[in-house]
């Protein structure tokens, strides 16, 4: 067993059994700070209508109107460009559109510009041997056997190194590590994707200059493209990681795809060489891959349109650039998009290879000014601003469908006329929300499990900073405002979150370890089938790609035993909370990721190292089962303490269960 599978498995099972603080093989130190607030010397892409760039509206709506209503595209922010122009933009709520996001793998792309910039100053060449670059790190021995691995190579995901992504969870020296790893394959005979190549790109970068890659970029390529905020991790010895790691803001990213379609020139300037743009966006290797047929110099091309390419992330982090329209789409999001085979990349090709632009202005008749308003419209409502009618008084049923339980196990469901009932629900579920909320306030709940953070796993690992686990939850309540709070102890740290509504977030910056992520609740008061209270809550982590979903269920633990849950005519704290995290994208993905991370097919055997060994008695299926239940865990509290609780609460409660309507026993929202 190689000393990287080892190591991946080590921490696979210290995942499950719900290890905490330092449990990675990796050296660890605060690096992300909070998003800069200064953006001075920071450029904005000019604005203008989809029909001023010869683009329908009625396209842009119909390809916005997808993305965001196909639950499984997860989508954060999108921005489409036209001639150097943004003509038409979107960012869901509560993500915001001046933050910067994690973009994963498509900041490879930005590692490949700077190997331009390095051969363009005449310090490198394509042909060089990577072994010579790091010949005073090899000792005499290992340059004799040197395997003829390129700069080329490493550009061309073609090395065949066997060292890959497992490194980031295996040691502190990563170069040093590749170096000596084993071939899989010849330098340049087999494509395989391998974000390692692209750190020792980045080592390259330093090795040369003596500067990270960060540094060198900033006077070469952000400061002439207006980029200021940009943040890039390191490794354990101070490399930029070249091929993940990076966050930077939607429109800097759209800057860098306006770069390459302009063949290395922007505002006017030469950037990079057209020589090089070329050379890095056609083709260079077959991949195997049937919409992205071929990869150049750390980007993939594309076979939707002539000439396509995309600078491509996991989880939807995407510039899609149409060299023939002179057109970009750029994305953010937190889906299940793995070399652009989700449904999100799939929505977006499909309709880009039907798009038909003009080379002229659009005339503004009549349909075009409807076309505009309904564009806007959608924007509005996609961001927020459009939708304030709450029916619930935290959020709100929102005109989903309601379903009637009558005590049989037959659902039936029906329409509620909501504008004539809605008096009567509006003041129900008002007085047992605050009744509720009321009842919480000053309330503690300690953890019986204290192996769950609060940030998603998929986080933890990418950024190697993993939890010290959760211990209590307590809840705040100010009934003058109506604010709802979480505190949430999570090692030595107390977090005090607000619980939103999507059209009204809050944005909190947490300290995990040194680090600072920003996070917005969205919150709302449901009720199981057990007609048991349930605080929904999404945690968005509004700069990355991962969202924590924590349900806490307010009642007895076993639901079958009757007349212990919260009774909102004897309203008093619950005893007992459960609570059910999930994220997305999930374990699934999650399954996806370890692929990449140490070569895990299909979970069966990292590598078939336990094929051989304990697949026949099942424990590969009892391992994916605990990966999983990892990934979603369950927890229970108990009530500590119940501070400042008054007995009579101020409210009258209407116990006439036909006060809303006649037919319904219980209103529950259907999941």
């Known amino acids: 067993m190689a000393k990287q599978e080892r190591d991946i498995l080590k921490l696979l099972m210290k995942l499950i059994g719900h290890k905490t603080g330092e449990i990675s093989n990796v050296e660890y130190s605060p690096q992300k700070p909070l998003f800069p607030e200064d953006n001075e010397g920071e450029t904005k ?29 997860h989508i954060h922010k999108v921005m489409a460009i036209r ?13 915001e559109r001046d933050v910067w996001h994690v973009t994963h793998s498509m900041c490879k792309s930005v590692t490949g510009m700077a190997i331009g910039f390095l051969v363009t100053e005449g310090k490198l060449k394509l042909d060089d041997k990577v072994a010579d670059i790091f010949s005073s790190r090899k000792n005499p021995l290992q340059l004799v056997f040197s395997n003829g691995m390129t700069v080329r190579h490493l550009l061309t995901m073609t090395s065949g190194v066997s060292f890959n992504e497992s490194g980031a969870i295996s040691g502190n020296d990563w170069r040093k590590l590749f170096l000596e790893a084993q071939q899989k394959n010849a330098p340049g005979s ?21 500067e990270s890659m960060l540094e060198y970029l900033k006077p070469r390529l952000f400061e002439p493209l207006g980029i200021k905020r940009v943040f890039w991790e390191t490794c354990p010895q101070n490399i930029t990681k070249g091929g993940w790691g990076m966050f930077m803001r939607i429109e800097d990213m759209a800057k860098l795809g306006i770069l390459y379609l302009n063949k290395g020139m922007y505002d006017g300037k030469q950037i990079l060489p057209e020589e090089w743009v070329i050379e890095a966006t056609k083709p260079q290797v077959e991949t195997r891959n049937e919409s992205s047929p071929g990869y150049g110099f750390q980007l993939w091309t594309n076979a939707d349109r002539e000439g396509a390419y995309t600078f491509n992330g996991m989880l939807g982090q995407n510039v899609y650039c149409y060299p023939d329209l002179n057109m970009i789409i750029v994305t953010n999001a937190g889906n299940d998009d793995l070399f652009q085979a989700g449904n999100m990349s799939r929505i977006i090709r499909g309709e880009m290879a039907q798009i038909s632009v003009s080379e002229t202005a659009l005339e503004a008749d009549d349909n075009v000014h409807e076309a505009q308003k309904k564009l806007k419209d959608f924007i509005d409502k996609a961001e927020g601003r459009k939708n304030k009618n709450t029916l619930i008084y935290n959020h709100g049923f929102h005109n989903k469908r309601l379903v ?6 037959k659902r039936h469901y029906r329409s509620v006329p909501l504008q004539k009932e809605k008096a009567a629900l509006c003041d129900s579920t008002q007085s047992f929300e605050r009744i509720l909320k009321k009842c919480l306030n000053g309330c503690v709940y300690d953890m019986d499990d204290k192996g769950v953070g609060l940030m998603p796993l998929l986080m933890q690992v990418m950024h190697n900073n993993y939890t010290d686990g959760i211990s209590s939850i307590g809840f705040e309540y100010d009934d003058h405002s109506d604010a709802f709070y979480m505190i949430i102890k999570e090692g030595e740290n107390e977090i005090k979150l607000k619980c939103c509504t999507r059209e009204n977030p809050s944005y909190t910056d947490i300290d995990e370890h040194g680090e600072s992520y920003r996070l917005s609740v969205i919150s709302e008061f449901s009720t199981d089938e057990y007609n048991r209270p349930v605080l929904r809550n999404e945690f968005y982590f509004v700069e990355d790609s991962t969202t924590r979903v924590m349900n806490i269920y307010f009642g007895k633990r076993e639901p079958l035993q009757h007349g212990i849950c919260f009774d909102k005519n004897r309203p008093s704290p619950p005893e007992n909370i459960g609570i059910r995290f999930d994220e997305i994208p999930g374990s699934g993905m999650l399954f996806g990721i370890l692929d990449q991370f140490g070569s895990l097919e299909q979970i069966r055997g990292i590598t078939g190292i336990f094929v051989s060994f304990i697949n026949d008695y099942g424990a590969i299926d009892a391992l994916t089962l605990a990966i999983r239940d990892t990934v979603r865990p369950k927890l229970h509290g108990k009530l ?32």
């Open 45 to 73: 892409l000019p604005r203008c209508t989809p029909e001023e760039m010869g683009v329908d509206s009625a396209f842009l709506l119909g390809l916005f109107e997808k993305l965001y209503s196909n639950n499984s595209c």
């Open 83 to 95: 001639n150097g122009h943004v003509i038409g933009e979107f960012c869901a709520a509560p993500f």
């Open 190 to 210: 087999v494509f395989e994707y391998n974000s390692m190549n692209s750190y020792m790109l980045s080592a390259i970068v330093t090795e040369i200059t003596g």
């Open 404 to 409: 009637m339980t009558k005590g049989g196990t």
């Open 640 to 671: 500590r303490e119940a501070v400042g609780i008054s007995e009579d609460l101020g409210y009258d409660i209407n116990t006439d269960e036909n006060s809303i309507s006649s037919e319904n026993e219980a209103i529950t929202e259907d999941d």
